[in-house]
């Protein structure tokens, strides 16, 4: 196989709560149960990350503790800004992009926090700007969820506030001239003094630029909303089809968005959610998933198998195939965007075990298999327009990430489909994105 | 002289936007003018500090740009949390301690990030908790600066509402049993549910106890109020004190307010603030801190200095001592706790200059001499019972905080006022603060 285009494609690593996008990653031979408060963990996969060339990682957010921790570990990072300052520390080139909350936080802290790690980084921050839509998380602030309009409202306020804080020095402010005993120019240095409906800053932010100028803009919600959001200022959205055609439908709406708010739609990348379990078989790769899935509760999952494939199955039928009667009755559920892959795999003969495993209920495409299989997943992907690169979620960090970067990467390379070394120092460099001073995109 | 007290004094050091706490630092000989952004320079601090024993780093807070940039940087860290967090990964066991405002933060945001780098830390986190008295940091945040009763009644319900989520979980929740498949104990998991007239949070917050349970608290703030909540709360308190007598003044307000609250008064600790000026001799402190004052107004502390002291003075007079004649008309202002020193030093013959060079109207007190020098003026405030302790502040990063540890601290020690090592690993232990788990602390 070889690529049919010049383009590269991009990659994200998803890394959250230290263990892992498995439940039962925690658990598992060679993780550190402890990972989850421990950052050497996190420095040691950021570096692994950077070995592997990847762009940036991503560490997604809800300030909520929404699991059962009985059995499985937080969703989520510690504190995405604090984990991705010790990576800082331990790397030199990998983006470093976290989601924070417009509809929870002040526009000044996020713009001053994300500008700190973006200097700290040497230009390597990212935000990823998503309106919050668990109510739980609303309670942990004493709020009461506003209404999606109102969210959407906001967010637009939080974000043009933030870049105008970031904006607030101009691209040579920052004299340092010890000679001349001059600090700053503060003739390059205004305030903001921007008002909004649900929040206002005067500014100025007292940080200067970073070497990508400022932060990136990242954007994860669906809908109009989301689209036009990621179309005024995104410079890289997260997304999660479960579909070539998903991906393309979302990446054309997005690039029509792009254009209409007078961008240029090259500048906004889709990452598509894929869950890679990479393994020397398939047969193993599936085993590697039985193994982390062995606390899920299997029969409540082969009822929702078969109310995905239109079939009533029951748990007694957990290590069979689907049986030839089903073959001909089974019809893919049109309201699931998964059940055609679902029923695809039934038809394939194999046990309902071994459909799940496969993942066809996940909450990402789930590709177990060898290296190769994997590569042969995105390329098919990129190659068809469905994305411009792939947000990773590893099924268990402490070997996942490592083989990742050791099997699949070197694949991409050999086909042409990533590059082998970054070519630049920051984030904007990684993505193509134009460095950005100021608060108007016209002046120096 | 040796001390005439078993106790040990307690050190703090004040690091803020890596330069140094006096305004020309950041254009200093053997100063980076970039270290402001440069985390390289504060790892380097920190670990100056913990080679010294000292028991913690501590970086004030406003969030503000409220100096003139183009003669001074700024005053305070690009965001200190961050600072903390890439400290936090150069060092093993020093305490890491910011301010955070309670007027300006909702308590969930303080209560994640400071308990993220106490178990990031392993155990070694403080939060500074003040309200904001700038009306421009409050403008940054879009709203109008509440009255003083407000801001305190604020500043309880957040303060009870930390320190409530840094409680969800109990002191062996969080068990990581890997053979029973059990992540946490969720009996010992629970939420906060507190609702005030400002805040209100519903919890719990995802994340486990630390090696100290919880972060310790400190304050700042001064008046009544300040007081009742440092009882209430605090283990330790940054205060201002110009002479022995307002130190020893507040100590006791102080330890009367813990007593107040039910607590015992050995359990709040006071950090004097201090600011030393360390060379070979007097003459070289003073030429060093001159070296420093270069860019300063000095026709207008000439004239402050006057009004501290009784007299008209004129910049012609810089360079002279005050004449016979002002010797006897001369009159300590008594508004200002300062003036005292000021006319001590006038009368002593130093020319205004070098009165100046005093620091007599610093904000902190100011001591330029020998090691031996610093280590009598401290000895005195401490064994006199003026503080704890001393919150350090030092003119020059650079090299300054190098001869503190490696010239004043052997002085100390060696006195038997300061210990020789850490006898612990956290922040409560350096401090004698006894660790805290749970909501309640009658509760395990």
């Not at 950021?46 to 929404?66: N, W």
């Not at 007292?206 to 990508?212: D, F, G, K, L, M």
């Not at 997304?239 to 054309?252: V, Y």
Request: aromatic share 8%; charged share 25%.
């Amino acid at each position: 196989m070889s690529s049919s285009s010049d383009r590269h494609l991009l990659l994200a690593l998803q890394i959250a709560n230290g263990y892992g996008a498995q439940p039962g990653a925690w658990r598992m031979p060679g993780t550190d149960p402890s990972s989850y408060t421990d950052m050497d963990v996190f420095d040691r996969y950021a570096r692994a990350a950077e070995r592997g060339k990847i762009q940036l990682i991503f560490l997604a957010d809800t300030p909520v503790l929404d699991v059962d921790l009985e059995r499985e570990a937080p969703h989520h990072a510690i504190d995405p800004l604090l984990v991705l300052t010790s990576m800082a520390r331990a790397t030199k080139r990998i983006g470093l992009v976290a989601t924070s909350s417009t509809t929870l936080n002040e526009p000044f802290t996020i713009a001053r926090q994300f500008k700190a790690l973006d200097v700290a980084s040497h230009g390597r921050a990212g935000w990823n700007a998503v309106p919050t839509s668990h109510p739980a998380a609303a309670a942990n602030y004493g709020i009461v969820l506003p209404s999606r309009e109102e969210k959407y409202e906001r967010a637009h306020e939080v974000v043009q506030i933030v870049q105008a804080l970031w904006g607030s020095w101009g691209k040579n402010a920052w004299v340092r001239d010890v000679e001349n005993r001059r600090f700053a120019d503060m003739s390059q240095i205004r305030p903001v003094n921007l008002q909004g409906r649900y929040v206002a800053s005067a500014g100025p932010l007292p940080i200067p630029p970073s070497e990508q100028g400022q932060p990136v803009i990242f954007q994860a919600g669906g809908g109009g909303n989301g689209l036009e959001m990621a179309g005024r200022y995104a410079s890289g959205v997260y997304a999660n089809p479960f579909t070539i055609e998903e991906g393309r439908a979302h990446r054309e709406a997005l690039r029509t968005a792009a254009e209409r708010a007078g961008r240029n739609p090259d500048e906004v990348k889709l990452f598509a959610g894929f869950m890679p379990s990479v393994a020397s078989s398939k047969r193993a790769a599936l085993d590697r998933r039985l193994k982390l899935d062995e606390s899920v509760d299997t029969h409540q999952r082969v009822r929702y198998l078969g109310s995905m494939i239109g079939l009533d199955l029951s748990p007694a039928q957990l290590d069979q195939p689907i049986t030839e009667q089903q073959h001909s009755a089974a019809r893919a559920n049109p309201g699931d965007p998964r059940a055609p892959r679902a029923l695809e795999l039934a038809r394939e003969g194999w046990t309902l075990r071994d459909v799940l495993a496969h993942g066809v209920i996940d909450y990402h495409p789930v590709v177990p298999g060898t290296a190769s299989d994997i590569a042969d997943h995105m390329q098919e992907w990129f190659d068809a327009g469905a994305c411009d690169g792939f947000s990773v979620a590893i099924d268990v960090y402490a070997d996942g990430i490592d083989t990742f970067v050791d099997e699949v990467v070197p694949v991409l390379q050999e086909r042409g489909l990533f590059h082998e070394d970054y070519a630049g120092i920051t984030l904007r460099d990684h993505l193509g994105a134009p460095a950005q001073y100021g608060q108007d995109p016209r002046l120096p």
